[in-house]
């Protein structure tokens, strides 16, 4: 059965790419979403929603604020959870499978689908505490590994060289855009395969936002990420592919140079070029 | 309303103001006075205390007092006045009651703060404000003539008045106030790093208790202290249900007295004024009124000095 | 390199989360076990106290034979205290939140007296009766009467009603008070006529929860000298008394069962005093919130 919804997913995934045109390798898909609909109470906050999202691409959603661009991120790890007046139809599938699936425990699915949030929200512990947090929670206890992680997440998210000889600090003593990227180590250490992105350099200063533009670039060789940014030139800079969300709804999805420079629907026109929004 | 008449009624206000200046000069000093009453009732409990105290240490040796270990006041003939007696029965009490009442607490907190669903939550705390709020003394019956009895079941040994007994009773008079300021502290740790642990796999437990207890921890820490020193201070529960035999030592099975019990012995006995029982009462309070007052000064320092900013 | 092994973290999320959904269950149960001990408390009063709580039980005096005892003499008394109570305790009280929350600097002074309420608040009450007998009984002369008893209670709640008469008025916003003094109200006139009325339903709250203390208090009471048995009622306010609770002490210490009966019977109507004063404190707010509104 499993199986079998893969190779639909795939060949959708086929089909999607040579829709787009351009794209030579045939990406394979990591979420794919299908009629997905959700309301906070009586507000209708996402209608109708279906996109697929590719592996090792920056995916970028963009749209005016209220348009549900950040709902929908949240929904993709399930973090719309933790609000009880949600309601959800519709399927969203990682890697094939139904992430509603009253067996798929969203703790499994937060494994792999890490998540970096608008403002940093580091652990009011260590900044070595807070990176081998998750690690530790999967079960990982050998004090060697657990230094090789540090190490390795905290290159990749461009912090080492900043903070190695104060591991042992509150990371609190960061500034901002250091903590945002401890942020990002902490999501990498449990070796996620996707990471969510929501507005991730909107509390940030010029200068960390480039270097964490330059990151996101440097870990799609290895994840698939996704982000949600209020800022255009941020969405045309970094990523692959862009979404346009307005009142709930896709308006168009596409490779971002085509959004963004044979735009083929009126209003995502009229948004890109600043006329609301 | 013509604009005239309107103008003409405004001027005569104005007038009638001028007469009350006076009176609104009048009353920020008379606030000020209302307000050092406060003031006045702590000098007054100090120096009463102290006053009194005084008298006592002039019969007593302050030494004996705050060395020894028995207490002997009602002896006709070289009557002991060793505060340790009582203290050990105070925290024989107070132990019991914060060793039953701190994990169940604390567990309340977590539950409310954590798990709990607006709607229980709504109906819940008001449930634990009626258990604060109920008479201590009401807990001293149901102490005495409820849980002695069904403990003595369990326990054959127990005697009619012992530490246990008022101890767990007293535990649940300070859960109420350890579960909702523990619920308060780990309320105000941030969604956001809730978010942070569950977007990494976590489950609610794990950031429950490794991450939101950690950061909460100052304020739960805190609100244990406010608890013990509520339990020391607590009266009618410990002479209702404690019996007054001031032993030294941690008896809980047996008949104890507090320094809280102490005090009541005496006063609804027929010490007279002036005699060295009557101003012990006072040299009690005093030990009372020093630990209550060191806890609660404890307890802020610790709620204010590792108050996490996040 | 990858560490994290997928099956790996797979086989361990099952132990995991049924230890959450245990925790969870254990921290219910631990919840509802606190509400059963309210459940029995009121079962075991009302059991015990019911054939005894009727009309002859509210107005006769205490009496050596059980079956003849009744409690009007110290339901009488705490009446009193209470009459003695409120007026003291509101006035010092809601002045003094008034001074510290509208009339005082932000100066070591202030800070000063709010922590000094901070501490009294902290105050073990038996030590409120130490304070009470030595001043208002024995240096101002007042004796055990009623008069000592109620100040010292008004002493001793007066912390609760500053505290949230301090919240409630805090709470009243900004742009109400801008805009009396902005036509020109005094200061005075704009708290009299604007922050006080919208800070009334808090003020009430914390003043019906000082009292319902106040009625429960038993040690201060007997610490300055009420009186545990009263056949007759006092004629005024320097009269000795004895209220409720201590009615409640000195049956429950009895030995015999049916004092201990009546000691139930006597916290029925201690409750039934402090159910009477929390519902008008709930109706009186909620017709307060809706007048505003």
Not at chain 1, 42 to 61: G, M, P, R, S
Not at chain 2, 48 to 68: C, M, N, P, R
């Amino acid at each position: 059965m499993q199986a079998v919804q893969v190779k639909i997913n795939q060949k959708m995934a086929f089909e999607n790419t040579t829709d787009s045109g351009n794209e030579t390798k045939a990406a394979r898909i990591v979420f794919h979403t299908k009629d997905l609909n959700l309301w906070y109470g009586a507000d209708h906050a996402l209608k109708n929603l279906n996109l697929n999202i590719y592996e090792n691409e920056v995916t970028a959603i963009i749209g005016p604020s209220g348009c549900g661009k950040s709902t929908y991120l949240k929904t993709l790890n399930r973090m719309n959870d933790l609000i009880s007046s949600v309601r959800i139809t519709g399927d969203v599938h990682y890697r094939g499978r139904n992430i509603f699936d009253p067996t798929y425990h969203v703790e499994e699915l937060r494994t792999s689908v890490g998540m970096v949030f608008q403002k940093p929200n580091p652990f009011p512990k260590s900044i070595y505490e807070n990176i081998v947090y998750g690690p530790k929670l999967h079960g990982i206890k050998n004090k060697k590994i657990l230094d090789e992680i540090v190490e390795r997440s905290l290159r990749g998210a461009a912090l080492f060289d900043e903070v190695k000889d104060r591991l042992k600090e509150n990371a609190y003593g960061l500034s901002g855009g250091q903590q945002q990227r401890l942020c990002i180590a902490r999501a990498l250490a449990i070796e996620p395969d996707v990471i969510l992105m929501d507005e991730p350099t909107s509390a940030l200063d010029p200068i960390s936002t480039l270097k964490i533009e330059e990151l996101m670039q440097s870990l799609k060789q290895e994840y698939s990420i996704v982000i949600v940014t209020h800022n255009m030139q941020q969405a045309a800079r970094i990523s692959d592919r862009t979404a346009f969300f307005l009142n709930g709804e896709c308006i168009e999805y596409d490779v971002t140079d085509t959004i963004f420079y044979r735009p083929s629907n009126q209003k995502t026109e009229e948004y890109i070029t600043g006329r609301f929004g | 309303m013509g604009e005239r008449q309107y103008k003409s009624e405004i001027r005569a206000h104005l007038a009638s103001k001028k007469k009350g200046k006076w009176f609104e000069r009048s009353i920020s000093p008379l606030l000020t006075v209302l307000a050092s009453i406060s003031v006045l009732t702590t000098i007054g409990i100090v120096f009463t205390l102290l006053k009194e105290a005084y008298h006592f240490f002039q019969e007593t040796s302050v030494w004996d007092f705050i060395t020894g270990i028995e207490w002997t006041p009602f002896f006709a003939s070289d009557p002991k006045y060793g505060i340790w007696a009582l203290v050990s029965g105070t925290f024989t009490i107070t132990v019991i009651a914060i060793l039953f009442a701190a994990p169940i607490g604390l567990a309340i907190a977590i539950y409310l703060s954590e798990y709990a669903s607006d709607k229980v939550r709504r109906i819940l705390k008001p449930i634990l404000e009626i258990l604060a709020g109920i008479p201590t003394i009401v807990y001293g019956y149901f102490a005495l003539t409820f849980v002695t009895p069904l403990l003595q079941e369990v326990f054959p040994e127990l005697s009619r008045f012992n530490a246990l007994s008022p101890g767990l009773v007293l535990g649940v008079m300070i859960i109420p106030s350890i579960a909702s300021l523990s619920e308060d502290a780990m309320t105000a740790v941030p969604q956001a790093i809730r978010q942070g642990a569950y977007a990494l796999g976590a489950t609610r437990l794990e950031a429950a208790i490794q991450v939101v207890l950690p950061a909460a921890l100052s304020g739960i820490v805190a609100s244990m202290v406010l608890a013990v020193s509520r339990a020391i201070g607590e009266t009618m529960i410990v002479t209702v249900a404690g019996g007054s035999s001031p032993n030294f030592g941690f008896h809980p099975m047996e008949s104890v007295q507090t320094m809280t019990a102490y005090i009541v012995q005496v006063s609804t006995g027929d010490a007279g004024y002036g005699s060295t029982l009557y101003y012990s009462i006072y040299a009690v309070g005093f030990m009372l009124f020093l630990f209550t007052f060191v806890m609660n000064i404890f307890s802020r320092y610790i709620s204010r000095k590792f108050r996490e900013e996040y | 390199m990858k560490q994290m092994n997928r099956e790996v973290v797979t086989n361990k999320m099952n132990r995991r989360l049924k230890m959450n959904t245990l925790a969870k269950w254990i921290f219910f149960g631990i919840t509802l076990l606190i509400l059963c001990i309210l459940v029995i408390l009121l079962v075991r009063i009302f059991s015990q106290g019911m054939a005894y709580f009727d009309w002859h039980f509210l107005t006769n005096f205490a009496s050596r034979r059980a079956e003849n005892a009744g409690i009007l003499g110290p339901l009488v008394g705490s009446l009193m205290l209470m009459v003695v109570v409120i007026p003291i305790a509101l006035i010092l009280g809601i002045g003094t939140a008034i001074y510290l929350e509208e009339y005082a600097k932000k100066n070591w002074f202030t800070h000063f007296i709010e922590t000094n309420i901070q501490n009294l608040a902290g105050v073990p009450s038996i030590v409120f009766g130490l304070l009470g007998l030595t001043i208002f009984v024995n240096v101002f002369g007042m004796g055990p009467s009623i008069l000592a008893g109620g100040l010292t209670l008004a002493l001793l709640v007066l912390p609760i009603i500053v505290v949230t008469a301090q919240e409630a008025i805090r709470a009243v916003p900004n742009h109400l008070a801008h805009a009396s003094l902005g036509l020109g109200a005094t200061k005075w006139q704009t708290i009299q006529k604007v922050i006080l009325p919208s800070a009334l339903p808090g003020i009430l709250t914390g003043s019906i929860l000082a009292l319902s203390r106040a009625i429960g208090e038993t040690a201060p009471l007997i610490v300055v000298g009420a009186l545990v048995f009263v056949n007759y009622l006092p004629s005024g306010f320097m009269d000795g008394f004895a209220a409720i609770p201590i009615q409640i002490y000195n049956w429950t210490i009895r030995p015999q069962e049916e004092f201990q009966q009546l000691a139930a019977a006597g916290i029925i109507l201690m409750l039934i005093l402090l159910i009477v004063l929390n519902a008008t404190a709930v109706w009186l707010r909620n017709k307060l919130n809706r007048k505003q509104q």
